[in-house]
């Protein structure tokens, strides 16, 4: 038999635990961005379109929270409202770039295009609301599922928290007996409408809103990243990161842990990239097997410094997680080689 459900946690604000204290977590960061939306445009004082960008935890009651990171009951959530004038001819471009530059970001930051497909949304799998919406989709261990959805959105939501604006200024009209004047005033100016300089009308902006969750991207990322290959006859499991995006950029290693010249070379390296990167310090075990553990957690380029950077050329050897090769850079040319391979300038 089915049971009514909600998908929104319900939980109590203060000390009555009664029907006047009800509150609930949101189950989305969007409606934050719509409140504060005549905020950002009268302060910024920016021209159609324009958009609106927030990340931060968001809550469902989910009856079945599956698969690692998935899908959980609390989760990360990024969203992009993107404000575009009305008109039936306007949205559909802005639509569809954002399809494509959506798409172009997941493969900038190393997801992998063979695993990445499209879902259209239609007729009953279309939101009331949405005039389209495109998921983006990802082919996970275990399935093919909703990676980033690209909604149009219309000026629904806008218009939602007009008609909310406006019940609580006839409230307050009401109360202070202002009623006719505040009326009219408040329904010929609506809390969320826009006034178009160059037209000269004012009108409710539509929506372009994509959506992404942090988790599952983090979840894409991993399975994108995850390979296998032979080393010398060795099988070696790494993680391909994109360096923009591997959580430790460079593994900083001396040669040997026990002569303090090369010790003191190799730390004082280590401490100049600490403060550009996230680096991490490994001295123990053959070069080798530290190499290895680097690769596993997807550390794009390992340092080495030995025995020739102190008493020769002052030079390091720098290796690249993905093809194994090595170079040698001198000690001062190091940052700038990384800041290029890294960061793209």
Partial sequence: MPRDFNLMFQTYVGAMSDASSVAYLRPETAQGIFINYKN???TSRQK????????????RNEITP????????EFEQMEIEYFIPPGDDVWQPFHEKWIADAEEFLKMVGLKEELMGYDVHEGDGLAHY?????????RFPFGVQELMGIAARGDFDLQSHNKGSHCLILLITIVSQLIYRTICTSIQNPV??????????????????PSLGVDRLILALICSAYAEDEINGEKRNYLSFHPSIAPVKVAVLPLVKNKEPLVKAARGLFEQLQRRWNVSWDQSGAIGRRYRRADEIGVPFCVTV???????????????RDSTEQVRIPMDEVIPYLSKMIDGY
């Fill in 66 to 73: 599956r698969n690692f990171i998935f899908r959980s009951r």
């Fill in 192 to 209: 969320q409408d826009y006034f178009d300089e160059e037209t000269k009308e004012k009108f409710v902006p539509h929506v372009i809103e």
């Fill in 306 to 320: 030995d025995f020739e950077t102190i008493e020769d050329d002052g030079a390091v050897t720098v290796r690249d």
């Fill in 40 to 42: 950002v445009l009268m």
């Fill in 130 to 138: 949405a005039r389209a919406c495109t998921d983006i989709t990802f």
């Fill in 48 to 59: 159609l379109p324009f958009g609106i960008a927030q990340i931060g935890k968001a809550f």
